[in-house]
């Protein structure tokens, strides 16, 4: 397809999303979710290799994000609470820390575009999603949204696998391209859906809503199991554990000293964890409990070898530049001399250009420093900690038991993030900004501190006007 050709394809597409945002941001957004799943790299509709992003996506969000910030500076249509509540100061410092590495780092260009994704990843999936979802039903509208476009690539990706054999484990890895680079983000995406969209069909609705909710949430398990996607597999378990240690309401006291002797004995037994996994020698294969086992191998399963190749080279670029990091977004370009011959496998390139950290924390140590590795850590403990403290304040209400559903969620990717890296693309990102917008906005519901979006809505939802858009 040529530029010409894409171009006359496009401009109706941006004069109807130009004409939905004017008239309704909530509309704006939510069209915006059910299209990220679905979501395309421009590199790959046109066959280049130079600037590249996410469409129709990102476009999208870069539109959301210049009407967040004439709303923020110039009508200040953001309340108070919102901005003055300790995450969004947490994701305010993470934008100001990369704007600020961006400036020194190794790789300005590929920087200053990280600092645009961040921009408006954040501005629409967090700040704009945060001030919708003081309306309680625009909580399970987000999820819906994004749920619907991922059906529509989880039933393409089960008509290829079928195609090639259900248990084909090699073809599975990329059966979901172009959609997702692979099945790692694919994986982690449904893992993120499926606990709040288990909560949304367990709640009150007619006969054909709980159809249609238990056929989209089979759909997804039978994606999550054949993509077989370790880290997923892993990352739900752990979330799934604590969603039910959470469930039981254990005390908060009981909650926080057992969650401090977990640290304790992680921390001393991690000799001998390390040495078990050394030993292990499960390599991956069709045979689903085989293929979770082989997770903890470390001697001979490749793709373990190579993520503890990247972590190192995170480690050893951390070294040298400690503070301010290589620069947002520059690890790909940057690892290569920080390997070393006796840890690379097959699937290392010398050239170093086959991909990210393989972690979202060791990723963020090693672009943007200890600084930015912390804030980062910081947001996480913050949205996790702001969902607990309001499962436990709300109690067995249909508030709470969502609540509980998007701190699962987000406990999925804090474990998945110490083994893949993913929140540079927008599939993930509307997930995790996501989601820590809905806890937010539930906080300060519960709270009793959110404000109507105009001076008729009634306090803690958005008011509308006659044809029903939100007025913001």
């Not at 086992?293 to 490749?302: F, G």
């Not at 990210?356 to 980062?376: D, K, M, Q, R, V």
Request: charge should be positive; include cysteine.
């Amino acid at each position: 397809m040529t530029g010409s050709e894409l171009l006359i394809l496009i401009i109706p597409a941006v004069l109807a999303v130009l004409l939905l945002a004017l008239l309704s941001l909530e509309h704006i957004l939510l069209l915006t979710l059910f299209l990220t799943p679905l979501s395309l790299q421009l590199s790959y509709l046109t066959g280049g290799t130079g600037f590249d992003l996410s469409v129709p996506t990102e476009p999208i969000l870069a539109l959301i994000l210049l009407i967040t910030t004439f709303r923020l500076f110039a009508t200040r249509g953001f309340p108070k609470e919102l901005l003055r509540h300790p995450v969004t100061v947490l994701i305010g410092i993470y934008l100001l820390w990369t704007l600020v590495t961006a400036l020194t780092s190794t790789m300005p260009g590929v920087s200053f575009k990280a600092l645009a994704y961040r921009l408006w990843f954040t501005a629409g999936f967090y700040l704009v999603a945060a001030r919708l979802a003081y309306d309680g039903r625009f909580r399970t509208r987000y999820v819906l949204a994004y749920a619907t476009g991922l059906a529509v690539v989880v039933i393409y990706f089960i008509v290829r696998v079928q195609g090639a054999g259900l248990l084909n484990q090699q073809f599975a890895h990329s059966a979901c391209y172009p959609f997702y680079r692979d099945h790692t983000s694919f994986g982690a995406s449904l893992a993120f859906v499926i606990p709040p969209l288990t909560v949304i069909f367990l709640g009150r609705g007619g006969l054909w809503q709980k159809a249609l909710l238990a056929t989209l949430l089979f759909l997804f398990l039978a994606g999550f199991i054949l993509s077989y996607s370790r880290a997923a597999w892993v990352s739900l378990i752990a979330a799934t554990v604590l969603g039910l240690i959470l469930w039981i309401r254990m005390p908060v006291k009981l909650l926080g000293v057992s969650a401090a002797l977990l640290t304790v004995a992680m921390a001393l037994s991690a000799g001998w964890l390390w040495q078990k996994m050394d030993s292990t020698t499960e390599d991956s294969s069709t045979d689903l409990g085989q293929h979770l086992r082989s997770a903890s191998n470390i001697s001979t399963d490749q793709s373990n070898l190579e993520r503890i190749n990247r972590w190192n080279c995170a480690l050893r670029m951390f070294a040298v530049k400690p503070v301010a990091g290589w620069g947002p977004g520059t690890y790909q370009f940057q690892y290569a001399p920080f390997q070393k011959a006796s840890e690379k496998t097959v699937i290392s390139t010398d050239f170093g250009d086959a991909g990210n950290a393989h972690s979202e924390y060791l990723g963020a140590l090693s672009e943007t420093g200890w600084p930015g590795a912390l804030i980062f850590l910081a947001i996480t403990f913050s949205a996790v900690i702001t969902g607990i403290r309001t499962w436990y304040r709300e109690g067995r209400t249909k508030t709470g038991y969502l609540t509980l559903a998007m701190v699962t969620g987000l406990v999925t990717y804090a474990v998945h993030g110490l083994m893949n890296c993913f929140l540079d693309a927008d599939k993930i990102a509307a997930l995790w900004w996501g989601f820590t917008a809905l806890v937010v906005a539930m906080d300060l519901e519960g709270q009793g501190k959110t404000t109507p979006v105009a001076h008729t809505g009634r306090r803690g939802t958005p008011s509308e006007d006659p044809d029903g858009k939100m007025n913001m």
